[in-house]
């Protein structure tokens, strides 16, 4: 078995992990290297892999360095390995369909087999324990917000659906959740019925860069820094009463809070985990 590792600036990982899940659509592995690279890698057999050219071309420039190396034959087993539960206290636990269940309030099953992780990020973390002390910290629960919303909550950037799926069995219904990935979308679909959350969210594929977020009290973004200034900078007054941003080094976390801020945004918390960090964003209705 073959693993296939690209190495990309974390700058450009967004736009380059599109065009990795063109060649391969069953989806790739990712691992932090340092604050500045990403690494996707993609396991397979010798010829069924993408080709080095191709893979090249839809790094482009933001490409690093280009690895294969050989791994045991199990490594499908092994895999399973690197995912073990995430629990939160006795609130929340997000845990892989082959572990058993946890003895919390909520325990969601995310299946990470499509590559998107079950949740134990930190900067998923992050965002879960936002929105498990959100109605400590602002004094607001589920429900809070504009009449005129169609959702409560939004998931920009869904992944597996984590965040989408524990905001709806946690009271946020009903939920949107978005991502440009049609494997992202299938995923959440998936996982949202494991969970029984899938008449409380709908998905849908959407392109953040050419189309306007919905309006809704609550939007989790754990995205990259670039797509989060992206989203800020199209915006033209608060759409949202609160925004939990994540995807983030602590060192970005400055200049993402201020770019809200001209939105009238204003950071309620800052929780970090290692070398990441999540913002909790607030601003007065305005919609």
Not at 161 to 179: E, K, M, S, Y
Not at 195 to 216: I, K, M, T, W, Y
Not at 252 to 281: I, N
Request: hydrophobic share 50%; proline share 8%.
């Amino acid at each position: 078995m073959l693993r296939l590792a690209v190495r990309v600036r974390r700058a450009e990982a967004e736009l380059v992990l599109a065009e990795l899940l063109e060649l391969a659509p069953a989806g790739v592995e990712e691992v932090d290297t340092d604050p500045d690279v990403i690494e996707y890698a993609i396991y397979g057999a010798p010829g069924e892999l993408p080709e080095l050219p191709d893979l090249r071309a839809a790094a482009g420039g933001a490409l690093v360095e280009l690895r294969t190396t050989e791994v045991a034959d199990d490594w499908a087993e092994r895999w399973r390995d690197f995912h073990r539960p995430l629990v939160l206290g006795e609130r929340l636990s997000v845990r892989p369909p082959w572990e058993p269940p946890q003895p919390t309030a909520l325990d969601l099953v995310i299946d990470p087999g499509r590559a998107f992780g079950t949740g134990a990020h930190a900067t998923t973390r992050l965002c879960l324990e936002l929105l498990l002390d959100l109605p400590v910290l602002v004094g607001a629960g589920p429900l809070a917000g504009p009449d005129a919303a169609t959702f409560q909550a939004i998931d920009l950037g869904c992944g597996s659906g984590v965040l989408a799926i524990a905001a709806a069995r946690l009271g946020w219904a009903p939920v949107l959740a978005l991502d440009y990935d049609q494997l992202a979308v299938d995923a959440t679909l998936e996982n949202a019925s494991v969970n029984g959350a899938r008449e409380l969210v709908q998905v849908r594929r959407f392109d953040l860069r050419s189309e306007p977020v919905p309006p809704a009290p609550l939007v989790l973004a754990n995205l990259l820094r670039p797509l989060l200034l992206d989203w800020s900078a199209t915006m033209s007054g608060p759409a949202h009463r609160w925004i939990v941003a994540s995807g983030l080094l602590e060192a970005e976390a400055d200049a993402v809070a201020a770019a809200f801020a001209r939105h009238g945004y204003q950071e309620r918390s800052r929780p970090v985990r290692g070398e990441w960090a999540a913002l909790l964003l607030e601003s007065p209705w305005a919609g």
